[in-house]
Each structure stands twice: as structure tokens, then as C-alpha cells.
């Protein structure tokens, strides 16, 4: 009997003990996910300026909490030639004499691009009687996005009034070198159903052509609007 006795009391010491152990380690899991969470909320808050790493060159600007970064000094876009989506030649020179804001992604993209898009098509709204600005979109899925294909994917969005530019893949990396730009097939592009990994966002370049600005992907199209509207008076 005694024998008997004995096994239940030690099996709940046992018990209590696991129970204990388990409960510190929760206590102290839960304690560290707040200091980590402290530390980087008083860093994000702290932090005045963003470093943009492109290639070839390495840009310092001011970064803001709502997504846009001033890029200071501007940065000269080399020359380059892409297709339109009516087949024609398309150069930085075509969009001089007005500030451009341009994005890179494709027509097959399920969710930022299209979303992208609709933000410039609110953008343009916002912005109403001012027209002095350029709207451009640059393809880097050039093996489907034909001039034909992005003709039809704008006209029946009715993004008529974005430019869309496309190209084989050297142009296109060599004309988006400045701002950064990386894209990178996700699946055998073997396969037409495929997406492609890309850089978001969008930017700004002045009326000579240099990168002004870079709004980050979700910046509200009217934050946008107010800082052209600021910009261009």
C-alpha cells in the first residue's frame, strides 16, 4: 500500500516541476519577443537616414517615415532605348522637359503591379489640371510582354494614358541599373505560367532625366500626389 501511495505523489511533484520548467520558459520566450520588439521600434523611430544601394552607384537620401526617399544628389540616367506598346523606339530623351514617374513589373504579375498601376491611374486623377509629368511603366517580362501584348493589357485596363515599355532583358537591366532594379524568373521559364521576382516601387526622375525621388511600394497614391503637387507647384 505504501508502495501504491508513493507513485501518485511523485508522479504530480514530476508534474509540477515539468509544468514550472515550462511555464519559465514561456515567461522568458514572451519577455525576450517584447525586448526585441522595444529595440526595434526605438530604432525605426530614432533612424533619420536610408542608404540605397544601386549599381554603380550608392546614393544617400532622406528617409521619411510615410515610404519617400529624397535622393540627394540626383542621379544621372544613362541613355536607353526600349520598344513601346505600339512597336516603336523609346528614349530617356522622349521624356525630357517633364518629370516622370516610372515602375518596373509585368502584365502576368497577380498583385503588386496591377495594384501599382491603379495608383497611378489615382495619381493622375489626384493631380487633375496638372499635367506636367510622365507616367511610365517598363516591363521586365519582355518574352510575353510584346508591344502587342502590353497594348492590349493597358487599353482594356484603360491605362491609356501610362506609357508601357518593354525590351529584351540586357536593355532593360542595363536602363534600370541606376535605380537598383533586380528581377529574377521564380519558376522554369520553360513554362508560360511563371512570375518574376522583381523591384517595387516607383521613381521619380526631373525634367533632364536624373532619379529625383523613390516612393516604396504602398505609399498612398494621395501622399504621392501631395508631394508632386509640392514639387511642381
Given at each position: 500500500m505504501r508502495g501504491q501511495l508513493r507513485t501518485p505523489k511523485l508522479k504530480t511533484k514530476r508534474?509540477?516541476?515539468?509544468?514550472?520548467?515550462?511555464?519559465?520558459?514561456?515567461?522568458?520566450?514572451?519577455?525576450?519577443?517584447i525586448s526585441a520588439l522595444s529595440i526595434f521600434l526605438l530604432y525605426d523611430r530614432t533612424r533619420e537616414r536610408e542608404m540605397v544601394r544601386t549599381s554603380p552607384f550608392e546614393v544617400a537620401g532622406s528617409a521619411t517615415a510615410d515610404?519617400?526617399?529624397?535622393?540627394?544628389?540626383?542621379?544621372?540616367?544613362?541613355?536607353?532605348?526600349?520598344t513601346d506598346s505600339y512597336g516603336d523606339s523609346a528614349h530617356l530623351a522622349d521624356f525630357r522637359g517633364r518629370h516622370t514617374l516610372l515602375t518596373f513589373g509585368f502584365t502576368h504579375?497577380?498583385?503588386?503591379?496591377?495594384?501599382?498601376?491603379?495608383d497611378f491611374g489615382r495619381i493622375q486623377q489626384l493631380l487633375g489640371d496638372i499635367a506636367?509629368?510622365?507616367?511610365?511603366?517598363?516591363?521586365?517580362?519582355g518574352a510575353r510582354d510584346t508591344p502587342a501584348a502590353l497594348r492590349q493589357y493597358f487599353e482594356f485596363r484603360q491605362f491609356e494614358a501610362i506609357y508601357a515599355l518593354t525590351g529584351d532583358e540586357a536593355s532593360v537591366r542595363a536602363m534600370g541599373g541606376p535605380f537598383g532594379l533586380s528581377f529574377q524568373i521564380s519558376q522554369d521559364s520553360g513554362s508560360d505560367d511563371y512570375l518574376v521576382n522583381h523591384t517595387t516601387g516607383s521613381f521619380l526622375l526631373d525634367q533632364t532625366g536624373r532619379w529625383i525621388k523613390r516612393y516604396q511600394f504602398g505609399v498612398p497614391p494621395e501622399s504621392i500626389a501631395a508631394d508632386l503637387r509640392a514639387l511642381l507647384g
Open positions: 508534474n509540477s516541476t515539468l509544468f514550472g520548467r515550462l511555464l519559465f520558459g514561456l515567461l522568458a520566450g514572451l519577455m525576450l519577443g515610404g519617400i526617399l529624397a535622393i540627394d544628389p540626383p542621379v544621372d540616367v544613362p541613355p536607353f532605348e526600349l504579375c497577380p498583385d503588386i503591379c496591377p495594384l501599382t498601376l491603379n506636367d509629368i510622365n507616367f511610365v511603366f517598363i516591363s521586365v517580362d
